[in-house]
């Protein structure tokens, strides 16, 4: 049974069309058969879930990188104290 095939030209940059020759020849598939399955397999929606879990995780990741500085100020500041404390106590001896 003979298929129906017809052609579909895609525009692209002169640099996509180079990494995509690579991705092809990487995966010994001809430039049509990877940009057929790539496209079989977009989905929007996928992207959209992806896009949002991580936002998720570099929301996450951003509040304790938050927690760390808070932490970290909290401790430069008591150490400030201490030093201020020692050096006050040094001149009133002095």
């Known amino acids: 049974?003979?298929?129906n095939t017809v052609q579909v030209?895609?525009?692209?940059?002169?640099?996509?069309k180079l990494r995509l020759a690579r991705k092809a020849k990487v995966a010994k598939l001809t430039m049509?058969?990877?940009l057929r399955r790539?496209?079989?397999r977009y989905s929007p929606d996928e992207d959209s879930?992806?896009?949002e879990q991580f936002a998720r995780q570099v929301s996450r990741a951003a509040g304790k990188a938050i927690r760390s500085i808070d932490r970290t100020l909290d401790l430069?500041?008591?150490s400030e104290r201490r030093?201020?404390?020692l050096t006050r106590a040094a001149s009133q001896r002095g």
Do not use: K, R
């Open 1 to 3: 049974m003979p298929t």
């Open 9 to 16: 030209p895609v525009l692209m940059s002169h640099s996509q």
């Open 32 to 34: 049509g058969e990877l």
């Open 38 to 40: 790539g496209g079989e």
């Open 49 to 51: 879930d992806l896009l």
């Open 76 to 78: 430069v500041a008591e």
């Open 83 to 85: 030093i201020q404390q």
